[in-house]
């Protein structure tokens, strides 16, 4: 039903910028969190930024505070990640994760693969 689709991926140079976004689509209301995960090879998933789609509280790891911001588009049912001063372990696949507690569900994306050179 809910469907998941990221984009924006690349390659940059370190101390450089990108932006994210993750397309939503099959969910109505609000009762749900966003969140953007990243996996670097041989590594396990882990949490980047998330999001409260209700009123857009926002919520950042550690590594990701300061440096990348998330943010919603409501009327396209959009997720953006922007990431600024990149580093090469900002390296890894980029999930987009929407859990809906009212469902009691948890979705991802397939991905979309962010390069951090050097």
């Known amino acids: 039903q809910v469907q998941l689709v990221e984009s924006g991926g690349g390659l940059v140079q370190a101390g450089g910028s990108l932006r994210i976004s993750c397309a939503r689509s099959g969910h109505t209301d609000s009762t749900y969190v966003m969140a953007w995960f990243r996996q670097a090879p041989g590594k396990e998933r882990e949490f980047v930024a998330g999001?409260?789609?209700?009123?857009?509280?926002?919520y950042y790891s550690d590594s990701a505070r300061g440096r990348f911001t998330i943010s919603r588009d409501n009327a396209k049912n959009t997720l953006y990640l922007q990431m600024n001063n990149l580093k090469p372990e900002d390296t890894g696949v980029y999930y987009c994760?929407?859990?809906?507690?009212?469902?009691?569900?948890?979705?991802w994306g397939e991905g979309t693969q962010v390069t951090v050179s050097s």
């Open positions: 999001l409260t789609w209700i009123d857009a509280y926002t």
């Open positions: 994760n929407l859990y809906s507690w009212k469902r009691g569900r948890n979705y």
